[in-house]
């Protein structure tokens, strides 16, 4: 499997990630505001303090919190593929 090289905090709580081999693309984590595992993740700018675990290479905040690298990476691949088909998601 394809682990991140990458991440970066972007505005409106999303994500940008590089993979390993080329994948790349925005995730939008906001719908993790409605779960309590997550709250810390939304308070202060604990969202930005995002960094990809160099051992595990799960990504990774420094308030504990952490997202499956598999799940974000079949997501960027979907939305790839998607893109690339010109399927408009917002319309499926």
């Known amino acids: ?7 970066k905090a972007l505005p409106d709580f999303k994500i940008y990630l590089v993979y390993s081999n080329g994948i790349e693309g925005e995730i939008n984590l906001a719908h993790l505001k409605k779960d309590p595992n997550y709250q810390n993740l939304f308070k202060d700018d604990n969202f930005e303090k995002v960094f990809i675990d160099v051992k595990t290479k799960e990504i990774k905040w420094e308030s504990g919190e952490s997202i499956c690298k598999n799940a974000s990476y079949r997501q960027l691949e979907l939305k790839n593929l998607m893109n690339k088909l010109h399927i408009d998601i917002n319309k499926i």
């Open 1 to 7: 499997m394809y682990f991140p090289v990458s991440v």
